[in-house]
């Protein structure tokens, strides 16, 4: 079972910097995982939420700012004055972390709150601009915009994203069509995913925190696990 550290490695770093980036590249462990959104002047940034309220000292909407106004906040002091200046990643800066790294990169595009017209597009250029599209799964909680990765670069991986599960999900993911199931920790254990695993679906599982959970996730046979303390995860499936 692989282990993909969550926004980075956001137990220990603020999530979804260079910070935590840079600590997860030193990491033998198999991925990453992070969050992209556009900005008014159309560029890929790496934060989690659609507001930066939460993860800076600045206030408001990712989409209603340029990259140069996001640029003006701190993104590391609300987690530790230690990561004071912190900026807000462009997508090609964390892609230049990994670029001579191993690891397996899922860019979560997070369009299911706002249309963010294009970024399919942007994210797949910049991604071939690194040379690293065989490197990357794209995800989303957003099926349409799963759907239209699948019609840009069927070659690329792509992957749905569920909180809740649906019935029949290996069907679906034929049709979409989705390469993977990224699934929610309680969602793994849904007949649905389990049926799907023994179809062959790859299925990742967010985000496991607690290694009392490894024992049943490898028993089901999940490919991944999302998780923001991966040197705990770590310790545990090395030593099993
Ligand atoms: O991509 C898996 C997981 O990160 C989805 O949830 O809210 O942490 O982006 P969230
Ligand atoms: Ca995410």
């Not at 260079?18 to 556009?38: K, N, Q, R, Y």
């Not at 840009?152 to 993977?180: C, G, H, R, S, T």
């Not at 699934?183 to 990742?204: C, F, H, M, W, Y």
């Not at 696990?225 to 705990?232: G, N, R, S, V």
Request: proline residues 4%.
């Amino acid at each position: 079972m692989k282990i993909y550290a969550h926004r980075g490695y956001s137990a220990k770093y603020p999530e979804n910097t260079l910070a935590a980036f840079c600590a997860t590249a030193m990491l033998p462990i198999e991925g990453v995982e992070f969050d992209v959104h556009l900005t008014t002047d159309s560029r890929v940034v790496v934060i989690h939420d659609e507001k930066i309220d939460r993860t800076s000292n600045g206030s408001g909407y990712v989409k209603d700012m340029t990259l140069n106004e996001l640029r003006q906040y701190d993104y590391g002091s609300w987690f530790s004055k230690e990561f004071a200046g912190e900026a807000i990643p462009t997508l090609a800066e964390v892609l230049e972390v990994f670029k001579d790294t191993h690891h397996h990169i899922n860019i979560e595009l997070k369009s299911d709150v706002f249309v963010y017209a294009g970024m399919e597009e942007m994210v797949l250029s910049e991604v071939k601009a690194q040379g690293m599209l065989d490197r990357v799964v794209i995800s989303s909680f957003d099926h349409e915009a799963v759907n239209r990765i699948s019609k840009l670069a069927p070659d690329v991986e792509n992957a749905a994203l569920f909180v809740n599960m649906i019935l029949d999900v290996a069907k679906y993911q034929e049709k979409l069509p989705a390469k993977a199931l990224h699934v929610s920790l309680p969602t793994a254990v849904r007949k649905p995913v389990l049926d799907a695993i023994s179809e062959g679906s790859i299925v990742r599982v967010w985000t496991v925190n607690e290694t009392k959970y490894l024992e049943p996730l490898l028993h089901i046979g999940v490919d991944a696990i999302f998780t923001d303390e991966p040197e705990k995860m770590l310790e545990y499936l090395t030593k099993r």
